[in-house]
């Protein structure tokens, strides 16, 4: 339970420009990174979120986590407003600060594993109800009567004696009362808006042009410059003849770095003009050698060796004589880029001992550490000011992004803020690795799969970012999604193996799941063929034992129409995957007019997340991350040539556009232990698609993306 | 030498090489952060504006060839992003992280220049900016609702 603290009289939100002598509780929220560990020792009663009722009657949240894009900053304070009963026109949301208020707790600023709306519903919804408990309690003492007799509705506490107040005006009566270690929470059949579609709070800002990103920041005295790297990953700069830069208009300054070169000026053209005027000596070193074909040839390697063993369930040897009939497929996934709409920035002020951040960043909280780490610095003397994100997608965790507008401050002794070019940001990013698998199954002769032999080959994430979440030759974070195979197989088997890439890995929106649910769900369809079953027919028969996905799985089949003659050169594929602790279902349905031209007709979603706070950001978040999967899984490549990117901007690195979208239908599922909601709409459309193009043509693809095997839209 | 430039109907003199893409003289110069820098080849429509009422990308505008146009800007498309086509974008709740929204509006709003009601195909043929959230649905719902009005 969340222990929740009257902190009216200490001041918190004087600095974020709130107005005082109100009702201020501070709630501690498990300061996870987006790795989901913590980021400092837990101090129960250390408070980092606060809630605000001032004496106008606003109520102001401090937002921990960071707007990306998924809805964060409308469904946090819904879940406040809820239990506090609040007039929701009157709610607004102030970003926290990644400094410690008061010597409190740095915030719980980690964004990412879907998981901000989970780790927060509970203690935002006792700060709530505790406020709300609050404000009757002060209208109590004040119409002389007893609590239970006050009820409070959309802001205003009401007496069966026709007496009502504001909560603004019951504010500070309330900011003198100890709060109650715990008030129940409603009933869901209690709720006014959890669960109500709303509009996002940031709706109208982003629609005027005036939410400010890290782009747009503007700090007095600033310059702008851009970087640029090494164009051989693990290379270094030997040597740089700043002169040509220098006589660029507007360029200040040429600061060389270690594996890397930094133009400052008045802006960001004279700095980029100063930038491409440069003739950098580079020491590319040994990677320079390094190729796709020479990842894949370490792929195919490790494909042909026994891999650790993750998953060794049952007895094969005892089917074995049951075993008629024996599939094999090999699947491929390529290097992928996130391609956040707004390229890598940060705005960096190194002054009197202090450094100040101002940055696009998904961990505030993590970064505080590693940046002051990194330059010597006290964490108490590094504050990072987080604004809009133009995307996250898991590319804005880490201390990459943010070093080079420290060290250009640091260099120039003025504020400065980075610009990568969308060319830097694409060739130097942290890229979903490639992947690859190797499935062997045996099939009974009425058609069960009896076996489930999964070989499956990814460079290590972990290795790079994260070396203690490899145990045993395995890393967790690419096993994810293989590991708990959502159908009865009675003998399964998963090896893993991690060869190096020589390439920068990251994480990509849904991580592992982007391509363990492609191979998986690709394969299940050739089981299901080789069968001379009905794909969704097969996976009912295998999913007795996981009552939520065969509910998902009926819903899409009954949604899109499966079952119903799809008609010449069409064809409809479905996917079923659990990420995040949701389940995710796409069903595609399409035509193909020649013989590898597809035109997407319907696309069926269906989300069991457990419970919706707001399912209109929810449809949103599914068809999002949907077209996001779909654009991977139609164009998304990233080559390796001479150890650098060869795909450097949106001319080679393709994206789906409006019009080759169908119309979706989101359907949500509810009744179980909340899930996420940003990431599990990525993982099951590749193989939904690639299921689709199958059943239209007969044609299988194994090999992502599918315009590698000639696949376009007509 | 300076530039003079015509943006939102104010009249600006600009001290920067005549080169400069009109994007980092709005953004840099004039301080007009609503247009947004996404790929810089014209590619992704981030920074579309209208130039003399017609959508142009200002990332391969140059400072020089924008003088004598009138450029409008997502600032002065609507008093106060009160232009129907942002209603219509807060209505149908469509911005995600929102980086592209003023590159897809200022796409949509030439395409509804002169009271246009475009069919979705016609929709679909003008609307190349990309969005990295994928909500081009909502965009779509957003310029019909928008159209739909006189």
């Given at each position: 339970m969340t222990a929740v603290v009257n902190v009216s009289r200490r001041g918190f939100l004087k600095g974020a420009g709130v107005a005082t002598g109100g009702l201020v509780l501070g709630v501690s929220v498990p300061a996870l990174d987006a790795f989901g560990q913590q980021v400092a020792p837990a101090q129960p009663g250390r408070l980092n979120t606060f809630v605000q009722i001032d004496p106008d009657g606003t109520v102001t949240i401090t937002l921990t986590h960071a707007e990306?894009?998924?809805?964060?900053?409308?469904?946090l304070p819904m879940i406040v407003a809820e239990e506090l009963d609040a007039d929701w026109t009157k709610v607004k949301v102030v970003r926290a600060s990644a400094i410690p208020v008061d010597g409190m707790e740095p915030a719980a600023m980690g964004t990412g594993g879907s998981r901000s709306v989970r780790a927060n519903f509970e203690p935002l919804s006792q700060a709530g109800a505790i406020a709300?408990?609050?404000?009757?309690?002060?209208?109590?003492?004040?119409?002389?009567?007893?609590?239970?007799e006050c009820t409070a509705q959309d802001g205003v506490v009401s007496h069966g004696s026709g007496r009502s107040a504001s909560?603004?005006?019951?504010?500070?009566?309330a900011s003198y009362l100890t709060p109650p270690q715990t008030v129940p929470l409603k009933a869901p059949s209690q709720r006014r808006l959890v669960g109500k579609p709303v509009n996002r709070l940031d709706a109208p800002e982003k629609a005027a042009g005036t939410a400010v990103f890290g782009i747009d920041v503007k700090v007095p005295d600033m310059l702008v410059g851009t970087v640029v790297h090494c164009p051989v990953w693990g290379g270094t700069l030997k040597a740089l003849d700043p002169a040509p830069a220098m006589a660029v208009k507007g360029v200040t300054r040429v600061v060389p770095l270690e594996a890397s070169f930094m133009v400052i000026g008045t802006g960001y053209w004279p700095a980029h003009k100063g930038a491409q005027a440069l003739k950098p000596q580079w020491d590319l070193g040994d990677n320079a050698k390094n190729s796709s074909e020479k990842i894949d040839a370490a792929l195919e390697a490790a494909l042909k060796k026994t891999g650790a063993v993750v998953v060794d369930r049952g007895d094969a040897g005892s089917t074995a004589k049951l075993v008629?009939?024996?599939?094999t497929a090999t699947y491929k996934a390529p290097f992928l880029h996130q391609a956040t709409m707004e390229p890598m920035n940060a705005t960096a002020w190194w002054h009197d001992g202090k450094l100040e951040i101002w940055a696009p960043v998904q961990d505030a909280g993590r970064e505080r550490y590693s940046v002051a780490e990194a330059f010597n610095l006290r964490p108490e003397n590094v504050n990072i000011h987080v604004?809009?994100?133009?995307?996250?997608?898991?590319?804005?965790?880490g201390l990459g992004f943010l070093r080079p507008a420290v060290e250009a401050s640091k260099a120039v002794g003025r504020p400065v803020k980075v610009i990568w070019s969308r060319e830097e940001d694409m060739t130097h990013g942290m890229m979903r690795p490639v992947a690859a698998a190797r499935l062997i199954a045996g099939v009974s002769a009425d058609g069960t799969p009896l076996t489930w032999d999964n070989r499956l080959v990814v460079p290590s994430v972990s290795a790079q970012l994260a070396p203690?979440?490899?145990r045993g030759g395995v890393d967790e974070i690419s096993v994810h999604g293989a590991d708990e195979l959502q159908y009865a197989i009675?003998?399964?088997?998963?090896?893993?193996?991690?060869?190096?890439?020589g390439a920068p890995l990251g994480f990509w929106r849904s991580v592992?799941?982007?391509?363990?649910?492609?191979?998986?769900?690709?394969?299940?369809?050739?089981?299901?063929?080789a069968a001379g079953k009905d794909p969704v027919q097969l996976r009912r028969d295998l999913l007795f034992r996981n009552p939520r996905h065969l509910e998902v799985l009926e819903r899409a089949a009954k949604e899109s129409g499966w079952g119903t003659p799809p008609g010449a050169r069409r064809g409809r594929g479905i996917a079923v995957h659990e990420s995040f602790g949701s389940i995710c279902a796409h069903v595609v349905e399409l035509s193909m007019p020649g013989d590898t031209t597809i035109k997407l007709d319907r696309i069926t979603s269906v989300i069991d997340c457990g419970m919706a706070v707001n399912p209109r950001t929810i449809e949103a978040q599914i068809e999002g991350g949907m077209v996001f999967g779909l654009t991977a899984a139609m164009y998304g490549r990233i080559d390796v040539k001479d150890g650098g990117a060869v795909q450097k901007n949106f001319d080679t690195y393709r994206m789906v556009h409006m019009a080759h979208l169908p119309p979706v239908a989101v359907h949500i599922i509810e009744g179980g232990e909340m899930g996420g909601i940003g990431e599990p709409g990525v993982p099951p459309i590749a193989p939904a698609l690639a299921n689709a193009i199958f059943a239209a043509s007969g044609k299988r693809i194994r090999t992502l993306p599918l315009a590698d095997s000639g696949i376009d839209f007509a | 030498m300076a530039y003079s430039i015509k943006v939102n109907g104010a009249q600006y003199d600009v001290d920067a090489d005549g080169d400069t893409p009109l994007l980092w003289v709005l953004r840099d110069n004039l301080g007009l952060t609503g247009t947004k820098y996404g790929c810089g080849i014209g590619q992704c429509g981030a920074c579309s504006v209208h130039a003399d009422g017609a959508v142009a990308r200002s990332c391969s505008v140059s400072l020089e060839s924008a003088t004598g146009m009138e450029i409008r800007t997502i600032e002065g498309l609507g008093s106060g992003g009160q232009h129907k086509l942002q209603a219509a974008w807060v209505a149908e709740d469509v911005s995600q992280c929102g980086y592209c929204q003023t590159g897809q509006i200022m796409a949509a709003a030439a395409l509804l220049a002169n009271g246009a009601k475009p069919t979705d195909a016609e929709i679909d043929a003008a609307m190349s900016n990309i969005c990295r959230c994928g909500t081009y649905n909502r965009i779509k719902a957003a310029i019909k609702r928008a159209s739909a009005q006189a």
């Open positions: 990306m894009g998924q809805g964060v900053q409308t469904a709300r408990h609050m404000l009757l309690q002060a209208a109590a003492n004040r119409w002389a009567v007893p609590v239970g909560f603004g005006d019951l504010a500070r009566g008629k009939k024996k599939v604004t809009y994100l133009g995307g996250g997608f898991g590319r804005r965790i203690s979440r490899v009675p003998n399964q088997r998963l090896e893993y193996a991690m060869p190096d890439a592992p799941h982007s391509y363990n649910a492609f191979f998986i769900e690709s394969f299940i369809d050739e089981i299901a063929a | -």
